[in-house]
C-alpha cells in the first residue's frame, strides 16, 4: 500500500451503523465492528458512534471487548431547555454517564464526544467559551487523559462556523491541547441535508484559519462524489473533504480551491505513492499523517463496507 494513501487512510471512519440509512440495531452493528476490528482493514478503522442514552444497552457486549477496549465516540445528551447553562448541564451530564460506563465496564472506553451546539450558541464565542472552559473541567476532573470533543454546528450559518471556530481555538489555548474541534454534516437522507459546495468549503478552510481540528459526518460513504438516487442529491466524497483538507493545510488553499478538489469526480486526479498528489499539488506522507492527527480527523459512516468497495474498485485498496 502506498505511504501517502495508508497515512489518508488511517483510522478515517468512524463506524456509525445505528444511524441511518442502516439504522442497525444494537446487536448487529457491534458485531459488525467486531468483524471490522479482525479484518484485513481494521486499520481504516477508527471508533464505534453511540448516543449517550444508549451506553447502558451497551453492557451486555463488554465481554466482547476485554481483551482490546471497544473506544466509543458518544453522541451528547439532548440539552432540556434552550440557553447555554442548559447546554453546557446536558454536556456536562455526557461526560458523567461515558464514565460511570466505563467505570462499570472497563471495556466500554467512552473518552470523545460529539455534542451538537445550538446556533445563537455558536454565534456567541463569549458565551460558547464560558461554557467550553467549564465543560473542559468536567473533562479534567479524574482523569489521567482528558477526553475531547467535536462539536457540530451547521453550516447553513457560515457565521456560526466562524464564531464558534473562534470560541474553540481560544478554549484549546486555555486548555494547552486539542479538546474540542468542529463537526461537519455533510450529508443525509434527504436533500435538504446536503450542504453547499461552497459552505462547505468555506468551513474547511476557517477552521483552518483557525487552526482548529474538524471531524465530519453523513454522506461520505464513497471517495468521490457522485448522485446518491436514494437521497436525490450529489453528495461528496470521503477523499475529496479528507485529501482537500490535508491539501487545505499544507498549501494554505483558498475556498475556492477547496471547492474545485471537493466537486472533482475524476479518479485520475489523484494519484499516491510516498505522498498524496491532486492534479499539480502534493502532499508528502508524513504531512497527510500530521494533518489526519492534527486538523482533519475522522468521519462517522454507518457503512464500512462501501468506502472499502469503492476503494477495491478504484484499484486503490
Not at 502534493?282 to 500530521?290: C, D, L
Not at 494533518?291 to 480527523?297: G, M, N, S, Y
Request: charged share 25%; hydrophobic share 45%.
Amino acid at each position: 500500500m502506498p505511504p501517502g494513501l495508508r497515512a489518508l487512510l488511517e483510522g478515517l471512519v468512524d463506524y456509525a451503523g445505528l444511524f441511518p440509512p442502516a439504522t442497525l440495531d444494537l446487536d448487529p452493528a457491534i458485531q459488525n465492528h467486531a468483524r471490522y476490528r479482525s479484518g484485513p482493514e481494521a486499520w481504516m478503522l477508527g471508533r464505534f458512534i453511540v448516543p449517550a442514552h444508549r451506553l447502558g444497552e451497551m453492557a451486555p457486549h463488554a465481554d466482547r471487548f476485554t481483551g482490546s477496549p471497544l473506544r466509543l465516540s458518544v453522541l451528547g445528551l439532548a440539552p432540556e431547555a434552550d440557553g447555554a447553562d442548559a447546554w453546557l448541564d446536558a454536556a456536562v451530564r455526557t461526560v458523567g454517564t461515558a464514565r460511570d460506563t466505563t467505570a462499570a465496564h472497563p471495556a466500554l472506553v467512552g473518552d470523545r464526544f460529539e455534542i451538537r451546539v445550538p446556533t445563537p450558541l455558536a454565534c456567541d464565542p463569549d458565551r460558547l467559551g464560558d461554557a467550553l472552559s467549564e465543560l473542559d473541567e468536567a473533562f479534567q476532573a479524574d482523569a489521567a487523559d482528558p477526553p475531547r470533543a467535536a462539536l457540530e454546528v451547521t453550516l447553513d450559518a457560515l457565521d456560526a462556523v466562524g464564531a464558534a471556530a473562534s470560541a474553540i481555538a481560544d478554549a484549546n489555548g486555555r486548555a494547552s491541547r486539542p479538546a474540542f474541534a468542529l463537526k461537519f454534516r455533510c450529508g443525509g437522507v434527504t436533500p435538504d441535508l446536503v450542504p453547499e459546495i461552497g459552505a462547505l468549503s468555506t468551513a474547511i478552510e476557517v477552521a483552518h484559519e483557525a487552526g482548529v481540528p474538524f471531524k465530519a459526518t453523513a454522506g461520505l460513504h464513497h471517495p468521490l462524489p457522485a448522485h446518491d438516487a436514494a437521497v436525490g442529491a450529489r453528495m461528496f466524497g470521503f477523499l475529496g473533504v479528507f485529501g482537500g483538507a490535508v491539501l487545505a493545510r499544507v498549501h494554505d488553499l483558498s475556498t475556492d480551491d477547496i471547492a474545485e478538489i471537493l466537486d472533482d469526480e475524476r479518479a485520475a486526479s489523484w494519484s499516491f505513492d510516498d505522498g498524496l498528489r491532486w492534479r499539480s499539488l502534493s502532499a508528502s506522507a508524513g504531512q497527510v499523517a500530521e494533518a489526519r492527527e492534527a486538523f482533519a480527523l475522522s468521519f462517522g459512516s454507518c457503512s464500512f463496507d462501501e468506502p472499502r468497495d469503492d476503494l477495491r474498485s478504484l484499484g486503490w485498496l
